[in-house]
């Protein structure tokens, strides 16, 4: 996980408790630490956001590995924890392609066609059990692009369509939290143990 702190242009953090390399549960990993007042940008995040060597390419596969541990439930606010997002140039709404964590719920969830909002899964998690998501994905505009997920080794989609919502260059991974709602509790925690992204 080390090589995400190489970059430090990466880490988009409101203070220096925001993220960090920690061991926990016997495993080096990424620790996010979100309060309602953490602030970038006037938005309540702390993500890294991997534009460096260079954005992902149109039109073309991509294989992503997520793996995770929510230490207790969250409230049912949804929190941003993995996305892909196209340019910031006007495309809406961003991200095409993320998974979010709604209470007990994680889910994939896709808007890369406009005025569509699709849920490609929603699959419950235990606090505290590490989380493992594999996401392989064409990155394309219309029905050429489509998605493929694993929660755990089980498939969970295999969805054809868009996968994101620009046909310009400059779309980019990003994870850590990004919440725009705290209707209760004040703070979340997340690791983060393993985030690898590859072209097939």
Known sequence: MNQWFEKKGNLKAPNDASINLVQYQGKECIRFFLREEDLVNDKCKCEIVCLDPKPLELKAAYEFDFNFIIPEIWDDAWDIIWQIHSPDNGFYPNPPLCLQVEGDTIILRNVATEGEKLDL?????????????????KLHWNENGWVKAWVDGLQRTDYIGASIHSDEDGNYLRFGQYCMQWPGKQSRLLYVTECLDKRI
């Open 121 to 137: 899964f929603r699959v419950h998690y235990e606090p505290g059990i590490e989380v493992k998501i594999k996401i392989q994905t």
